[in-house]
């Protein structure tokens, strides 16, 4: 069902975002940046400013951190029994679901998504991933371990890591900050988010709910502003016990420098690169399907974008063209518009460097078989594209792109060691996809290729009870499951002598 929002509400929202600047949420206070700055937020799918936003700085970030670590270390948070903690997170995931129509139109507003996409996707997803991860809350115990030496009692405890820090991506922003946040508050922590400068909206409307809800003050706090101030503070600060972060590899990277200050825990999805495997026994259909919604959704904006696709000599210019005709039926334009299938990119910058990757590509030798070129219009628009005759030394098979850009390229036998070394021929490792109706090949191909995550024929994408996360440059730690809530405990060891 198509989600369609009133002309009414989308003018007084857009009247709300402009009467004045979005503030920061300290220690449960909206206040200014202490510097008094604020920075724009820009409808990708127009171009146009449609917010202002604190620009938090080193001394908002200080502020936030004595918050939260108030909050864990003599707030009620760290002492609150966990039927009660429980009870406020499923209220924050009422919360969310009460607000839909809200949230879904500030994500799509801000980062460009269709509106359907915003309401289906990100505020369920959200509200699951909060109901999921309260489900653990008084579960993660420690154990009683038996040890070789005479004469003792021994016993592990589980305890909360403390202060999180969360610099999280501009591609999801609802659902990005409500996992998040979802993950550390169950696990006992309080937490400091600093949302993607680009799309700081929903994060600050999450927040306002989560004070609605009982949250206590310094528990969740929220500073806006850039990578290279609020996230570099946040990163380096002292009283930070654990940073988390959403974002490309050469960020992450930074992030792990920025941390060894104080040797903080660190956990990362970052990048990917990842391969789409179409055996000749396959469901062509369904896999043409499903490899065009794993690039063109979201605009190619998603970590896990299917952006390599191997296929078979024997159908790939079946699916090359079913792919084709898929990128050229759809609808690109304002996620307002419930008839578009795909909205803008994030920004003009996003828009050059996707629009650059493919004159690389063509240069290269790649052949552009569907789309390829920015539309003109206003906003930040990219029509959905399809490159063959693409080699594994090019940048656009080789780098990630962020952008509705597929590269095709044709396996000329059935040899699984030559398809899992294409495949495994890139510094991530983060998702893959495998087309098959054989069983066999379907777990070989699972267990050999390098990733984190290996989909087969459809599997289910993100859950909030399936581990998530990458290998090699794409990233460190699990999201979701048990292990994704295990990342926020440490483990002490207490031994008795009798």
Known sequence: MAVEISARFLAQTRTTLAAAPLRLFIDGKWVDAFSGKTFEVRDPATGLVIAHAAAGEAGDIDAAVAAARRAFDVGPWGSMLPPARRALM????????????????????????????????????????????????????????????????????????????????????????????????????????????????????????????????????????????????????????????????STGKSIVRAAAGNLKRVSLELGGKSPVIIMPDADIEAAIVGASNGIFWNSGQICVAGSRLYAHEAVFDQVVEGIARRADSLAVGSGL????????????????????????????????????????????????????????DMRVVREEIFGPVLCAMRMSNADLDALVSAANDTEYGLSAYVWTRDLSIAHTLARRIKSGSVRINGGVDLDPALPFGGLKQSGWGRENGREGIELYYETKSVSIKL
């Open 337 to 392: 518009d419930p008839a578009n299938d795909i909205g803008p990119l994030i920004s003009e910058a996003q828009r050059e460097r996707v629009k650059a990757y493919i004159g690389s590509g063509v240069a290269d030798g790649a052949t552009i078989v569907a789309g390829g070129n920015v539309i003109a219009r206003d906003g930040y628009f990219m029509q959905p594209t399809i490159l063959t005759n693409t080699r594994p």
């Open 90 to 249: 499923l209220r924050l995931a009422d919360a969310l679901e009460a607000s839909a129509e809200e949230l879904a139109l500030l994500d799509c507003l801000d980062n460009g998504m269709p509106v359907n996409i915003a309401h289906f996707f990100a505020v369920n997803v959200a509200a699951e991933a909060i109901r999921y991860n309260a489900g653990w809350i008084g579960k993660i115990n420690g154990e009683t371990p038996v040890v070789s030496m005479p004469n003792q009692h021994v016993y592990t405890l589980r305890e909360p890591v403390g202060v999180v820090g969360a610099i999280l991506p501009w591609n999801g922003p609802l659902g990005m900050i409500a996992t998040r946040v979802a993950t550390v508050l169950s696990a006992g922590c309080t937490i400091v988010v600093k949302p993607a400068e680009l799309t700081p909206l929903s994060a600050i409307r999450f927040a306002k709910l989560a004070q609605e809800v009982g949250i206590p003050d310094g528990v969740i706090n929220v500073v806006t502003g850039f990578g290279h101030t609020a996230g570099q503070a946040l990163a380096e600060h002292r009283g930070v016990d654990k940073i988390t972060f959403t974002g490309s590899t």
